[in-house]
């Protein structure tokens, strides 16, 4: 079951379909995103806005290709972000 999206959602988009010749399969990212969905193409496609890096894609996907994106919560581990450099060690050049 796909998840119900609507207008002004954001989402993240799968790079299965696109085709770089210049970047290797393996370095490419699987997703990107997110993006705001301007408009509902029937049931199974959306239309995003695209970001200035894609737009020269075609802004319209399938909802199979699409997924929703949720942003991260600062305040939900506040320790995180400040303190994880102090238990790396410097490398020695």
Known sequence: MEPDFKERD????STLNFNN????????YSIVGPFTI?????ENAVEVRPTEEFSRKNP???V?????YF???E????????TWWRWK???AL
């Open 60 to 62: 319209v996907f399938l």
């Open 38 to 42: 301007i408009k509902l193409i029937g």
């Open 71 to 73: 942003q991260r919560g």
């Open 21 to 28: 010749p210049k970047e290797p399969k393996k370095l490419r």
């Open 89 to 91: 060690t410097p490398l």
């Open 75 to 82: 305040d939900k581990f506040p320790s995180r972000n400040k």
């Open 64 to 68: 199979s290709l699409v997924e929703p």
């Open 10 to 13: 954001q989402v993240l988009v």
